[in-house]
């Protein structure tokens, strides 16, 4: 007789840090406690869970009872705890030793209060690079879950991908799992007759295991999935439907750690730096991501799915870094305290406050991610100011010339027990960091007006998933990829980066409207122009000087007992170097209220609002505020004079 297939089902359920409370319980009323319950009364059991730190920390002091339940599962075998990254971190973009302690962390949190050991990794964003079997290993993980992805675009054919593997890297050998793309979209979004017929066909093939990982917030979480899973009755026939697979031993549900013990291994694989589908696709820069979507759209389902469909491939996680250079800002600043740290004796609070800068969240973007939410990465910046209040204490005022951001140039970085303040030379002397280590905020929490593979029409594509869209025909319900994608207009969009002290040259004729836009272009722009610099310290502070052939720009940073530090700029520049009727700009964009003095100017005033996609479907978000101000180009000179509101 054919044995049954075993099916390793796991959810994986996660809020970050910085989220809101509400947010937090809704799901815990919408979504946790209702499925655990329901998955449990049911009897679908043994089922994986992995809790992020994040959440699994909120539920601990909001809902401890819940957690004691978890726990009960867990020590009698129906729920087996996978542990990851205790703060979500994308593991691959941390160094070596924080990578280590993030997943130790875990796993003890884990032992500590539910009781169980977790050999298992839930692999955040399963953003896999090939260095990691080492630390994984070394920090006691066994086996890790990645997508089936992974291993089509190494060249695996589908019908060898349900089987578990083992690679490795420097003789550390890691256990892995590949994730069935086609229940991804199976489960909850297809009736499951669906399911049924095809874990049938995998047993009918000899495959001994079929295994599932995804998020637990498509399970009443994602827009219209809990009325489709409770009210339209999808998870009840669901769990009817496996009992009666289970009944007739067709599919046998499994622990991970069982079935690497009871299924044969497939052997030795070798799996490039690689995402899920979508996020390779969601990395990509403009023009490369719209030309992926433009090929997707013009092949069939069966050739997405197939050998080709494999090679087809989006880019690189880390490339977020590059095509958001906040991003990259946050991720940088977090790597260079998390050193910081390291040579100061690793104080365990600092620590922490290092660890929840990490969470991934805040730091990417696609229909999930939360680079556009102002308050995620608030909450990034406000656990490094306390980090690096913590590491400067009885410190004095200092500056340094440091390529923070690792974009070959050089940044000056000015630091005391009560400020942190980037200045970049190659940004035409543009302050990029404002980041005060007492009121714990980054008063320059902005974002730029980036352009999206969404902001503009496709031919007839509907949504940006084409291969995998249509779910809500033929009695499914729609996945979050086929959420409508197209905007009615095309939003303004930034060509150059945001920060303090953007410095232009524009014509007289320029509105504000022309210059809010963006429609028309300066007749001159030091934003990305390298200046020479030089700076010293003085009494009250420090002068930054830049210089360049027409301009020169002076910035003094005060230094008073209290983090509200008074930044002054002065220019000079040669008036008959420009056309007699044209205005000298500045702009400064902020997240926070600013008092502005700029004597003899000219001011607009905008907000810097974003269109960004989400699960709900546009967000448009108001990331702060921008002040133009203006002097005619014969004055020669300007000075404004910046400090907080308050």
């Known amino acids: 007789m054919t044995p049954p297939l075993r099916f390793c089902f796991a959810l994986h359920v996660h809020q970050p840090w910085g989220n809101f409370d509400r947010v937090f319980e809704e799901h815990l009323h919408d979504v946790y406690r209702p499925l655990l319950r329901s998955l449990m009364d049911g009897e679908f059991w043994p089922v994986a869970l992995h809790i992020s730190g994040p959440l699994l920390e909120w539920l601990d002091t909001n809902a401890p009872d819940f957690v004691d339940e978890i726990g009960e599962h867990a020590a009698a075998g129906r729920l087996e705890i996978l542990c990851a990254g205790h703060d979500e971190p994308i593991l691959a973009v941390l160094s070596r030793p924080d990578r280590f302690e993030q997943v130790l962390r875990s796993r003890e949190r884990i032992r500590a209060r539910l009781g169980v050991d977790a050999p298992g990794l839930w692999l955040t964003e399963r953003v896999w690079e090939p260095t990691l079997p080492g630390e994984l290993a070394s920090a006691g993980v066994r086996f890790v879950l990645v997508d089936d992805r992974h291993f089509r675009v190494t060249g695996f054919r589908d019908e060898q991908l349900h089987a578990h593997y083992v690679t490795e890297a420097g003789g550390h050998r890691l256990n892995v799992f590949p994730i069935d793309e086609k229940l991804r979209y199976l489960i909850p979004f297809r009736p499951p007759a669906e399911l049924a017929e095809y874990f049938r066909e995998l047993r009918d093939a000899g495959h001994e295991i079929a295994v599932l990982g995804d998020d637990g917030e498509k399970f009443g979480g994602w827009p219209g999935t809990r009325k489709w899973l409770y009210d339209d009755g999808w998870l009840a026939s669901f769990l009817g439907t496996m009992r009666e697979l289970r009944d007739h031993d067709e599919v046998r549900l499994s622990r991970f ?123 990034v910046w406000s656990n490094l100011a306390f980090a690096e209040a913590m590491l400067r204490q009885g410190e004095s005022l200092a500056v340094e010339s440091r390529d923070i951001d690792a974009d070959s140039h050089d940044e000056i970085w000015l630091h005391s027990p009560q400020v942190s303040i980037l200045a970049a030379p190659a940004r035409g002397g543009m302050i990029d960091l404002w980041l005060d280590l007492v009121r714990r905020e980054n008063f320059l929490n902005i974002v730029a007006r980036h352009r999206e593979a969404y902001h503009e ?13 249509g779910h809500e025909r033929d009695g499914g319900a729609p996945s979050i990829h086929d959420l409508e994608t197209q905007l009615t207009e095309i939003p303004p969009i930034d060509s150059e980066p945001r920060g303090l002290f953007a410095d232009r040259v524009i014509t007289l004729a320029t509105s504000r409207e022309d210059f809010v836009n963006g429609s028309t272009a300066p007749i001159r722009s030091w934003a990305g122009q390298r200046m020479d610099t030089d700076w010293h310290v003085v009494d009250d502070g420090v002068e930054i000087t830049f210089r360049c052939h027409d301009l020169t720009k002076t910035v003094r940073i005060g230094d008073p007992p209290s983090a509200s530090a008074v930044i002054t700029c002065e220019w000079h520049w040669n008036a008959d170097d420009h056309p007699a009727n044209a ?12 008092e502005i003095e700029a004597p003899g100017s000219q001011r607009w005033d905008y907000a810097i609002e974003t269109v960004a996609k989400s699960e709900k479907g546009f967000d448009r978000t108001v990331q702060g505020s921008a002040v133009v101000l203006r002097w005619p180009i014969a004055s020669g000179t300007a000075r404004v004079a910046v400090s907080a509101a308050g």
């Open 583 to 594: 205005w000298f700009t500045t702009e400064l964009s902020f997240s926070t209220s600013l």
């Open 457 to 469: 029409a496709l031919g007839t594509i509907p949504g940006e998933s084409a291969p995998h869209s």
């Open 257 to 379: 750690d069982d079935a690497l013990t009871s299924t044969r291994s497939g052997g030795l694989a070798y799996l490039p730096s690689a995402s899920y589908r979508e996020m390779e696709g969601w990395s990509l820069p403009f023009e490369p991501a719209r030309a992926l979507l433009r090929l997707e759209q013009a092949w069939d389902g069966a050739r997405i799915e197939g050998v080709e469909g494999g090679l087809l491939r989006g880019g690189h996680w880390r490339h977020f870094l590059v095509k958001y250079p906040e991003s990259n800002r946050m991720h940088k600043f977090a790597m260079a305290l998390s050193a910081f740290c390291r040579e100061r004796g690793n104080r365990t609070d600092i620590r922490r406050a290092i660890g929840r800068a990490q969470c991934n969240d805040a730091y990417w973007h696609g229909v999930f991610g939360g680079f556009y939410l102002p308050f995620l990465r608030g909450a």
